[in-house]
C-alpha cells in the first residue's frame, strides 16, 4: 500500500471512530437532559413559569426518544453521505422537481441558525484545542489546506444536524430554550471527547505525535473581529480572529498592526454585538447611539453620549434614588479610614435587602425616562447587577459593596452608549478586575483559614481596597468614566503592591520571580553588547559562545547578587578580559609564560562563575575542555592575534560595561531582541521556593498566545502540572510581559515563560476559573431573561 492509499485509509478510520464516539455518547447525554429536565420541576416560580416548565418537560419527555433517534440516523447517514449546506444530510432529490437558487428566508431559518451558532460556540469553548489538533492531523492526512465547510468535523456542522432533528422530532424553540444549558453543556462535553479518542488513536498511528501548527500560520491585512463568526473553525476556546474561509489562526506572535484576538476578547465582543442586534430589535435608537459610541477594542474612545450628558431628569432622580438608598442603610455609608464593614452573618439578608431596593428604584427610574433607549439602558443594568449579585462565586460580604456600583454604573451607562458596545470601558474593566481577584476557588474556606488572595474579612487589604474604590466612585459622581478610569489605575497598581509586599503567601514567590527576570534581562543585555564589542575583533570561536552564552548569564547573576558595582562583578568582567587576551596568538616565549602563570587562577575564576549560574559539573568540564583547545590554537599561533591598543580598549569597554546597557525604553534598547530571547527555557531558574515550567503542551498558536498576554494580576485559575490539579492565582507579571508568576493558596509559587504559559492554555492545563469576565457573564444573563422576555425592556 502506497502512502496516499495509507493516509487516506486512516482518515477514513479516523472519521468513523469520531461518528462512533458521538453516537455511543447520545445515551449518556440524552440521560443527563433527561435528568436536567425532571429537576426543573422541582425549582421554584411564579405560576406561569411553573406551567411552561411542566409543558416543556412532558414535551421533551414525549418527543426525546425521537430526537435522539434522529441525530443517530443523521450522525450515520452524515458518515457516509455528508452533510448539505443547510447542516441535513442529503435526501434523494424527488422527480421532476429542481430546488430554486433564490429564496425568501423565513424568521424561523434565522432564529434556527442563530440557536445552531451559539451551539457551536458552547460546543468550542471546551473542544477547540482538540479540534486544532485533530484538523491539523486531518489535513496532512488527506492533503487538503482545510477541512470542507459541511465536513461533520466542524461543530456548526454537527450543530445544525442537532438543531434539525430537534424540529423533526416535534420539539420547539421553547423547550430548547428551557433546556438550553444543559444542552450546551452536554454537548460541549461529547465533542471534546470525540475529538480527543480521535487524537488519541491517531497519535497511537505516530500521526503527527506533536502538533506544531506554526507553518499553517498566516497574515492579513484584513483580519477583523468580525472574522470570529465561523464557530466551526475556531483556533482556541470560544473563537479568536480567524482567516475568513479557513478556520487557522492568524499569524504574528506579538502585538502589531495585525489583530490577533484571545479567546475571551473574541468571546466578550460576540456577546456584546449579540446584545446590541437583540436589543435593537426591540429598540433601534438604543443600537444607533451604541453603534456610534463605540470605538476599536483596543482603544479607549472618548467618552459619547446620546446627548452631551445624562438627561438632567433622568440623572437627577439617578443621584436621589443614591442618596435614599445609602440613608436607608447608614450602616454602609463608612468613613474611607474606618475599618471594612464585617458582614459574614448579615450580608446574606443585607444583599436581600438591596435588591429589593434596585427593584422599586428602577420602576421609578424608568419613568423618569425621556426615551425608550433609557429605559433599555436601565432594564439592562439593573439585570447585570442582579446577576452579578446572586454570583456565589463572589463572597456576600464584597457583593455588597458591589451593589453600591449600580447607580454609578447606570449613569455612565445612559451617558456613554458604547459601554454596552465595547469591551474596555473602564466601568466594565474594573468591575471585572475586582470580581476576578475573589471569584476564586474555595473563597470560603480561604476566607475562614486566613490564607490565598482573600482572608479574614475584617482585616484583608484587598477587600478594604474594593470598599475604598466603590466609595471614590460614589463621592464623584459626575466624573463618569474619568473616575472609573482613575480607580481602575489605582486598584492595578494596588494589586502589584498587594502581592509584592503585603500577601504572606505570594510576596517570597514575586521576589524570586522578579529576580529571575531581572537575570535574564541583564543576561540577554551583556550578551548584547559583547556581541557589539566582540564583532570587529578576532576571537577565537569557542572564547566567542562561552563568552555568550555563559559568561553574559554569570556576570549578570552577580550584578543581581551582588551589585553592579561590587568587586565580584570586577572580578568576572576581569576574567572575561584575561580570557579573550589569552586565547589571542602568543608568538613570543613571553607572552606564553604569562599565559601558563594566569591560568590557574583564571580557570579557577570561571569554574566558580559557573558554579554560581548552577551549570552542572559535567557541564563545567565540557567548556573547560572547548577553552583548553582555543588556548592551545592560542600557543601554536594558530588564532589571530589582537592588536595591544585593542587589547586595552575591550579592557576599558568590559569595565564599564553596566554604563553602556540602556534602560527600558532609551533608544538604541533593542526591546524585540530581548522580549524574543526572554521566552528561552527558564530551567535553570528552579529553586526550592519556586517551581519553573520547563515542559508541557505543544507550540502555542497566536490566538492562545494573545489569550498569555492578555491574563491580568489577580485572577484565579485551575492549574495542571506535576500530577497536582490545584486552585492558583495569578500574583505578578514581569516587567515586560514575558513572564507570569502564579501562586496556590498553600504558597506553591510556579513560574512560566509567556509561550508556555500559551501552551498549557492551550492543552487546557491551565483554565480560568471563571469561563468569563464577570460583565461578560452578567450581560449573557441578561440576554438569556431577554430571550424569555423581551418586552421587558420597553415596560
Not at 431559518?109 to 440557536?115: P, Q, V
Not at 439585570?383 to 451593589?403: C, G, K, N, Y
Not at 583547545?629 to 575591550?650: G, Q, S, V, Y
Request: include cysteine; glycine fraction near 6%; aromatic fraction near 6%.
Amino acid at each position: 500500500m502506497t502512502v496516499a492509499a495509507r493516509n487516506k485509509a486512516m482518515a477514513i478510520q479516523a472519521r468513523r471512530i469520531y461518528v462512533e464516539a458521538l453516537v455511543r455518547g447520545m445515551a449518556t447525554l440524552g440521560q443527563a437532559i433527561s435528568d436536567a429536565a425532571t429537576q426543573l420541576l422541582t425549582q421554584s416560580g411564579v405560576p406561569v413559569l411553573m406551567h411552561a416548565r411542566r409543558e416543556g418537560v412532558e414535551a421533551w419527555q414525549r418527543c426525546s426518544p425521537a430526537w435522539l433517534s434522529s441525530v443517530l440516523s443523521g450522525l450515520r447517514h452524515a458518515a457516509v453521505y455528508g452533510v448539505q449546506e443547510d447542516g441535513r444530510p442529503p435526501e434523494p432529490a424527488l422527480a421532476g422537481i429542481t430546488p430554486s437558487k433564490l429564496a425568501l428566508v423565513d424568521d424561523d431559518t434565522i432564529e434556527r441558525e442563530i440557536t445552531a451558532s451559539r451551539l457551536a460556540l458552547a460546543m468550542m469553548d471546551r473542544a477547540s484545542w482538540e479540534f486544532t489538533d485533530l484538523r491539523t492531523r486531518i489535513q496532512m492526512l488527506e492533503q487538503h489546506e482545510d477541512l470542507a465547510p459541511q465536513d461533520l468535523l466542524r461543530a456548526n456542522v454537527l450543530a445544525k444536524l442537532v438543531l434539525d432533528a430537534w424540529g423533526r422530532s416535534g420539539m420547539g424553540v421553547s423547550e430548547w430554550q428551557m433546556l438550553r444549558l444543559q444542552l450546551h453543556e452536554e454537548f460541549a462535553i461529547l465533542l471534546a471527547e470525540a475529538y480527543h479518542e480521535v487524537n488519541h488513536w491517531l497519535v497511537n498511528q505516530a500521526v503527527m505525535p506533536e502538533v506544531d501548527l506554526r507553518p499553517f500560520i498566516r497574515r492579513s491585512l484584513n483580519t477583523g473581529p468580525t472574522a470570529s463568526a465561523d464557530w466551526g473553525g475556531a483556533a482556541g476556546p470560544r473563537g479568536g480572529a480567524i482567516r475568513a474561509g479557513s478556520g487557522l489562526p492568524e499569524a504574528g506572535t506579538v502585538p502589531g498592526p495585525i489583530t490577533v484576538q484571545s479567546p475571551a476578547s473574541s468571546q466578550a465582543e460576540e456577546v456584546l454585538r449579540l446584545l446590541q442586534r437583540i436589543v435593537g430589535s426591540q429598540v433601534p435608537a438604543f443600537a444607533a447611539t451604541a453603534k456610534q459610541g463605540a470605538g476599536p477594542a483596543s482603544v479607549s474612545p472618548a467618552p459619547q453620549s446620546r446627548s452631551a450628558q445624562a438627561p438632567q431628569r433622568l440623572s437627577a432622580a439617578i443621584q436621589q434614588a443614591q442618596e435614599a438608598m445609602r440613608q436607608e442603610d447608614p450602616s454602609l455609608d463608612l468613613n474611607l479610614s474606618s475599618d471594612v464593614l464585617s458582614l459574614s452573618d448579615e450580608a446574606p439578608q443585607r444583599l436581600e435587602q438591596w435588591q429589593q431596593r434596585h427593584q422599586n428604584v428602577k420602576t421609578v427610574l424608568k419613568q423618569a425616562a425621556d426615551t425608550p433607549a433609557e429605559r433599555a439602558t436601565i432594564e439592562l443594568v439593573a439585570m447585570m447587577f442582579q446577576s452579578i449579585l446572586m454570583e456565589d462565586h463572589i463572597p456576600a460580604t464584597v457583593r455588597v459593596w458591589f451593589a453600591r456600583l449600580q447607580m454609578p454604573v447606570l449613569r455612565v451607562a445612559v451617558s456613554e452608549p458604547d459601554f454596552f458596545a465595547t469591551t474596555d470601558h473602564p466601568a466594565r474593566q474594573l468591575i471585572d478586575r475586582m470580581g476576578a481577584c475573589v471569584m476564586g476557588f474555595n473563597t470560603s474556606a480561604n476566607h475562614a483559614a486566613g490564607s490565598g488572595a482573600f482572608a479574614n474579612a475584617g482585616g484583608d487589604p484587598l477587600e478594604r481596597e474594593i470598599k475604598r474604590v466603590v466609595q471614590v466612585v460614589e463621592a464623584y459622581p459626575d466624573t463618569g468614566r474619568r473616575v472609573f478610569q482613575t480607580v481602575l489605575t489605582e486598584f492595578e497598581k494596588f494589586l502589584d503592591n498587594y502581592f509584592e509586599n503585603e500577601n504572606q503567601n505570594t510576596r517570597r514567590g514575586v521576589s524570586l520571580a522578579q529576580q529571575v527576570e531581572q537575570r535574564e534581562t541583564l543576561a540577554i543585555q551583556y550578551t548584547i553588547e559583547l556581541r557589539k564589542m566582540l564583532a570587529e575583533v578576532p576571537v577565537q570561536d569557542g572564547v566567542r559562545e562561552f563568552l555568550f552564552q555563559i559568561w553574559a548569564d554569570v556576570l549578570a547573576v552577580t550584578a543581581v547578587r551582588s551589585g553592579a558595582q561590587s568587586d565580584g562583578i570586577k572580578q568576572m568582567k576581569r576574567a572575561a578580559a584575561d580570557l579573550i587576551w589569552s586565547a589571542s596568538a602568543k608568538v613570543t616565549r613571553e607572552e606564553r609564560a604569562e599565559v601558563i602563570r594566569r591560568l590557574p587562577p583564571l580557570l579557577k575564576t570561571l569554574r566558580d562563575g559557573m558554579l554560581d549560574v548552577g551549570l552542572p559539573v559535567d557541564k563545567q568540564d565540557e567548556q573547560i575542555r572547548h577553552l583548553n583547545n582555543a588556548l592551545a590554537a592560542a600557543f601554536t599561533a594558530k588564532t589571530a592575534a589582537i592588536p595591544r591598543e585593542r587589547l586595552d580598549e575591550l579592557m576599558d569597554q568590559l569595565e564599564t560595561l553596566e554604563a553602556l546597557l540602556p534602560e527600558a525604553g532609551e533608544e538604541g534598547m533593542d526591546e524585540e531582541q530581548i522580549n524574543q530571547s526572554l521566552v528561552r527555557d527558564l530551567s535553570g531558574h528552579e529553586s526550592e521556593g519556586l517551581e519553573v515550567v520547563a515542559e508541557g503542551g505543544s507550540a502555542p498558536t497566536a490566538t492562545m498566545l494573545a489569550w498569555a498576554r492578555e491574563l491580568q494580576v489577580g485572577g484565579w485559575y485551575m492549574l495542571d502540572y506535576r500530577n497536582r490539579n490545584e486552585a492558583v492565582q495569578l500574583a505578578w507579571r514581569g516587567n515586560r510581559r514575558q513572564m507570569a508568576l502564579f501562586v496556590t493558596t498553600h504558597g506553591r509559587c510556579v513560574l512560566f515563560s509567556i509561550s508556555r504559559m500559551a501552551a498549557f492554555l492551550q492543552a487546557g492545563l491551565l483554565l480560568p476559573a471563571q469561563d468569563e469576565a464577570l460583565t461578560v457573564k452578567a450581560t449573557r444573563n441578561a440576554l438569556a431573561k431577554l430571550d424569555g422576555d423581551p418586552g421587558r425592556l420597553l415596560n
